[in-house]
């Protein structure tokens, strides 16, 4: 049971161009979403994160846009850089609980 | 700025054998959880500390694994009589227990091949 889904497995994007990643959420009772980046033999760093109170929050060259009603949120980075290229995971986690569900990863390459 | 640390980074075991993993959380963290990722998918929830208490575990988390935090700072996993299935990344995080504070810090993780 995937409550967490990340359908594109990988995306390519011209250097300087924008980077959308996706992530679908099937629990209602999420109530706050993270998104990370993952280099090789390293773990997960923190990029951005979102409240279900909000419909946007922006940090720089990120953005994350949540749509409730379609349970889907978006992670937008503009420009890219090639140092992006990373595999990124949307994570929720539910009310009153602690842990995080993690998307299986969309491994991102940003080309020169 | 000391983030989270994990020892080791690497372990190679043979089935049935013992292993204990590290973890050494952020200096003012209370909480702590341990997660495992294996090729191709996201971290899975395996279990988290609230201080020296282990609040909730997953059903991952078979009678082969325990892990423990004796004073609310680091804490160990320890997986017995490895099989080959364990095989993945572990990967420990941490967080503060504070209103509003949701994010959690991840180490490095150690990578953990059972031959």
């Known amino acids: 049971d995937q409550q967490v889904k990340q359908n594109s497995p990988s995306l390519s994007v011209q250097e300087g161009r924008i980077s959308i990643l996706n992530c679908d959420y099937t629990?209602?009772?999420?109530?706050?979403f993270l998104w990370y980046k993952k280099y090789p033999a390293e773990g997960p760093t923190f990029l951005i994160s979102?409240?279900?109170?909000?419909d946007k929050n922006e940090d720089g060259r990120f953005t994350v846009f949540l749509n409730k009603s379609a349970k889907h949120l978006s992670l937008h980075i503009v420009p890219s850089q090639p140092g992006d290229s990373a595999v990124y995971f949307c994570?929720?986690?539910?009310?009153?609980?602690?842990?995080?569900?993690f998307g299986q990863g969309t491994r991102l390459t940003i080309n020169p | 700025d000391t983030g989270v640390s994990q020892n080791p980074r690497h372990k190679i075991t043979k089935r049935g054998q013992n292993v204990t993993f590290r973890c050494d959380p952020i200096?003012?963290?209370?909480?702590l959880y341990w997660y495992r990722q294996t090729l191709g998918q996201g971290p899975e929830f395996l279990t988290y500390?609230?201080?020296?208490?282990?609040?909730?575990k997953s059903r991952l988390l078979s009678d082969r694994f325990s892990a423990e935090r004796p004073k609310g700072s680091f804490s160990t996993l320890e997986i017995q009589r490895t099989e080959q299935g364990d095989s993945a990344m572990y990967l420990c995080a941490s967080s503060r227990d504070r209103a509003g504070v949701k994010t959690q810090y991840f180490g490095p993780g150690t990578r953990l091949l059972v031959l």
């Open positions: 979102i409240s279900s109170i909000k």
């Open positions: 629990n209602s009772m999420f109530d706050y």
């Open positions: 500390f609230q201080n020296e208490a282990q609040l909730e």
């Open positions: 200096s003012e963290h209370n909480r």
């Open positions: 994570a929720a986690r539910a009310q009153g609980a602690q842990k995080l569900v």
